[in-house]
């Protein structure tokens, strides 16, 4: 936390770990680049500035300040959060990746430290560990936290997509509606089991399909897994259906982050915001009319009709 002296205003700094020896390589940096073309969409942490010490290579990022992240929010809880706070929270988080994955950029480490909350606002943050979605195969293999790794990200040599943030968002789902982390394997082997144990294991026609880009060969026993609904018995159809869509083993049957903001389990949401755009809409249109007749913004403002 910092103040400017500037403005007098707090804000976040962030000290990079890479040591730089010119401004074209901090121009350079993944993170800098992602942050400053995402960084003006509501649901992605706002980058002010970049501060560049030439003396001794070091940089900083100075960036919004919020109040606390997802993992902060739900830690020591006993009581699950109200269904509206995380079904506005899921939205954001959709919208946010809705926005870097337009863009040609994925995520790779989507879990509740790198999600922030101020009051109602939720934004994405950390892009330490982004990629262009037109990058070439394979990737980095060992990159998102493990507990929210995706399966291609576990069972290929690095042949993954951005559908692999959407699966972390699943998860991200699931730990905000139960309190407590899905798959909280202990190393990768550990991993696979306990997405085994919840989804089953996939089938052959999946398993034959990672197994095209991996040196190792693997086979797994048959399981049918618990499912996800018993474990969290107390939410909405619609909850479940959304969460069994983010979280399909197949990426390429898996949901994507605008057909998840399409979901029933966002319609009352989605109507809200249509009524909310239909008002802003309707005011506009008053200003205009009230720009062409002479009158004020404050005449305007004292109309009834546009208060309600």
Aim: charged share 25%; net charge positive; proline share 5%.
């Amino acid at each position: 936390k910092v103040q400017s002296l500037k403005d007098a205003n707090y804000y976040a700094c962030k000290k990079m770990k890479q040591h730089v020896e010119s401004i074209e390589q901090v121009n350079n940096l993944r993170e800098i680049q992602a942050m400053r073309r995402l960084s003006l969409h509501p649901n992605i942490l706002q980058l002010h500035e970049v501060a560049y010490d030439k003396k001794n290579g070091s940089i900083a990022l100075v960036c919004e300040l919020m109040d606390m992240n997802v993992y902060e929010l739900i830690r020591g809880r006993r009581n699950p959060l109200p269904d509206s706070k995380i079904k506005n929270f899921m939205y954001q988080l959709c919208k946010s990746l809705d926005y870097m994955h337009r863009n040609g950029i994925f995520h790779r480490d989507v879990k509740p430290e790198n999600i922030l909350i101020k009051q109602n606002l939720l934004k994405l943050a950390d892009f330490g560990s982004c990629r262009s979605m037109f990058s070439k195969h394979p990737y980095t293999e060992y990159i998102s936290t493990r507990w929210y790794r995706a399966p291609e990200c576990l069972l290929t040599d690095g042949y993954y997509g951005f559908k692999m943030d959407i699966w972390s968002a699943g998860c991200v789902f699931y730990e905000i509606t139960s309190l407590h982390p899905l798959f909280p394997g202990s190393n990768e082997v550990d991993q696979i089991a306990k997405i085994h144990d919840v989804v089953g294991t996939p089938k052959g026609d999946i398993l034959r399909k990672f197994k095209q880009t991996r040196a190792m060969n693997f086979d797994f026993p048959p399981k049918k897994g618990t499912g996800i609904p018993c474990l969290v018995p107390h939410i909405s159809n619609d909850s479940i259906s959304l969460m069994l869509a983010m979280m399909e083993y197949d990426p390429d049957k898996r949901i994507t982050a605008k057909q998840a903001l399409q979901h029933p389990y966002f319609r009352d949401l989605r109507s809200e915001i249509s009524i909310h755009y239909e008002l802003a809409g309707m005011h506009l249109a008053n200003c205009k009319k009230g720009i062409r007749e002479g009158r004020t913004y404050f005449e305007l403002s004292q109309n009834n009709s546009y208060k309600s």
